[in-house]
């Protein structure tokens, strides 16, 4: 017991070598209001920019990232292409780059907040590494007699820049150790399809590269379809067993090989994107039900469905169909309920995402069986 | 005595149940082209459903419910939607829900499938009965295959609705996306049964 307790404090000293905060440079980019409801992106990246310098990295001065900005032309926070990754790194001598967005955010009562936060290295291939998302509702603690219920966005702001701080200063970049944890089986999609044949060689090979393509939307819920594609890329990035891409360097990609998805990716879009990325899968889907408050307040719904294509096989390995809503098993008391559309979002993605993930880390054994019968059908 | 109040309340019990039970919906006729091999169905595109409901995105939820659940039978693979998209517009076809003999042989070759699966969603939402209120989904398919261009199996299905217990005991009926996934989960059983 002394030795495991002895080795596990040697491996954690020996880890936090490789990422410590007061060696990390970061550019905080403004982040991108998803809401449409004119969030104060400045504040917020202040406030993070704030929260991160308290534990003790040290954010890029803003006069210096608004005169790189200038010297590139650089106008789209939501992502950041493999030139710009580079050209900010020798620069302005950061480490990497953090891109944000806010995925709601509501002033009058109940007033929420959910803010998506990502580490993109100022490396070649502009490698993206740690990804979370913070999201808060006024009703989501009331407590005895409501005494939890939260009136000011001027608390929600700093609750959710300092967990999304805590969470990438705990973030190790040399182990990638970002835990799943346990799905809840309310958030396992309503049916899905996984191949095994694609699974038992995947892990016999190099981790996929993966995209995740901006989900298709029906006009009415605006940003829900770029919402439910950031989930995607945290959960898949977060299972440690895909190399995801950031969705600048997609967007750059999508943007040359002029790829226009009306009703998801076609094999010759597909094609286009793999000579241009190298990709091994693309994930893509439709939203299909969204709605932040519901008919009740605090009873968001959302559904969606998603496919991911195997390039170089030329089929889709994975489709799942996923509808929750915030108040579905609720418990005494309002317990397990659910009152951010975005945790629910994040939720019912990362249920998703287990689908496939599970699939993957299924027993060698089962996986050479699968393979086989790929072989010699 | 006794006898006459027992069935007076049996008869009335029976009354009450009547319309509830007529409430539920039976099972729908199914054709299946005897001729047809369907084992030899192993690759099919599944075009947008039509849709004759007031849900505006009632089509593509129950399309896209009905592509997940019938890739997961592994029965047969079914090609992606941005793929069928890209078909449709190649083969020029202009009613995509409603194909035909010859759009259907076109996407055949364009896109390289055994069958093309078409829909009707009739009914897509809330019914309301009294102080009940339940999700309600009704669905027509067909499959053709694109060697001639025939139907070679046709099916519908309606699930949901207020049952007895629902107009009994009051409350609401099952959600939306279970109905969908019972109505889907019929008209597989029966494509494939």
New interface residues.
């Given amino acids: 017991m002394l030795l495991r307790i002895v080795a596990a404090a040697w491996l954690c000293a020996a880890s936090t070598v490789a990422f410590t905060a007061e060696r990390t440079r970061i550019a905080v980019f403004p982040p991108v209001d998803r809401t449409g409801r004119s969030s104060p992106v400045e504040q917020i990246r202040e406030a993070l920019a704030r929260s991160l310098a308290a534990r003790g990295f040290a954010p890029l001065p803003q006069a210096e990232m608004e005169d790189f900005f200038r010297r590139h032309r650089i106008r789209d926070m939501g992502g950041i292409s493999e030139e710009t990754a580079r050209a900010i790194g020798e620069e302005t001598h950061v480490d990497g780059v953090l891109l944000s967005s806010v995925d709601d955010w509501e002033t009058v009562e109940p007033q929420r907040l959910a803010l998506t936060s990502r580490w993109v290295a100022a490396a070649p291939g502009a490698p993206l590494a740690w990804m979370d998302t913070s999201a808060h509702h006024a009703q989501e603690r009331p407590g005895a007699f409501g005494r939890g219920v939260v009136n000011s966005l001027e608390i929600l702001v700093p609750r959710a820049t300092e967990e999304l701080a805590d969470s990438f200063a705990a973030f190790n970049i040399a182990t990638g150790a970002q835990h799943r944890g346990r799905v809840a089986r309310r958030f396992r999609p ?4 996984v191949s095994p044949e694609w699974a038992a060689a995947a892990a016999a090979g190099r981790p996929p590269r993966v995209v995740v393509l901006p989900f298709v939307v ?1 006009a009415a819920w605006r940003d829900a379809g770029e919402v439910v594609a950031s989930q995607f890329v945290r959960w898949l990035l977060a299972t440690g067993d895909m190399e995801v891409l950031e969705p600048g360097v997609v967007r750059a990609a999508l943007l040359e090989a002029r790829v226009i ?9 597909a094609d286009a994107l793999r000579a241009l990325l190298d990709l091994d899968l693309v994930v ?1 889907g ?1 939203v ?2 969204y709605e932040a408050m519901g008919s009740a307040p605090g009873s968001p719904f959302l ?1 969606f ?1 998603a ?1 991911a ?1 195997d390039i170089p096989r030329r ?2 390995i994975w ?3 996923s ?1 929750g ?1 915030g108040d579905d098993r609720v418990g005494m008391f309002g317990h397990a309920r659910i009152h951010s559309s975005i945790t629910l979002t994040s939720e019912l993605v990362r249920g998703a995402v287990a689908t496939l993930d599970d699939e993957l880390r299924t027993p060698r054994s089962r996986k050479g069986a699968a393979a086989e019968k790929a072989a010699n059908p | 005595m006794k006898r006459l109040a027992v069935l007076g309340i049996a008869t009335l019990a029976m009354i009450a149940l009547a319309p509830a039970c007529a409430g539920r919906r039976s099972a729908e006729v199914t054709y299946r082209d005897p001729k047809m091999d369907f084992s030899l169905v192993q690759k099919v595109a599944v075009l947008p459903f039509e849709n004759l409901t007031s849900a505006n995105t009632a089509a593509e939820r129950v399309r896209d419910v009905f592509m997940t659940m019938m890739q997961a039978t592994g029965s047969s693979y079914v090609i992606p939607a941005g793929e069928v998209a890209r078909g449709v517009d190649r083969a020029s076809v202009a009613h995509p829900t409603t194909p035909t003999a010859e759009d259907v042989v076109n996407l055949g070759k364009l896109i390289g499938v055994d069958a093309v699966i078409t829909g009707v969603v009739r009914e897509y939402g809330e019914v309301r009965t009294g102080s009940s209120t339940a999700g309600v989904v009704s669905v027509s398919l067909q499959m053709m295959e694109t060697q001639t261009g025939k139907v070679i199996w046709s099916a519908s299905a309606t699930r949901g609705g207020v049952d007895a217990a629902d107009r009994l005991f009051g409350g609401g009926g099952r959600p939306m996306d279970q109905v969908t996934g019972d109505a889907v989960r019929d008209l597989l059983n029966r494509l494939f049964g």
């Fill in positions: 309503g049916s899905f399809a029906d998805q009306e009703d998801g990716p076609s094999l010759p879009q893509s439709r299909t039900d559904g469905s496919l294509i089929q889709a489709s799942s169909f509808f809503r």
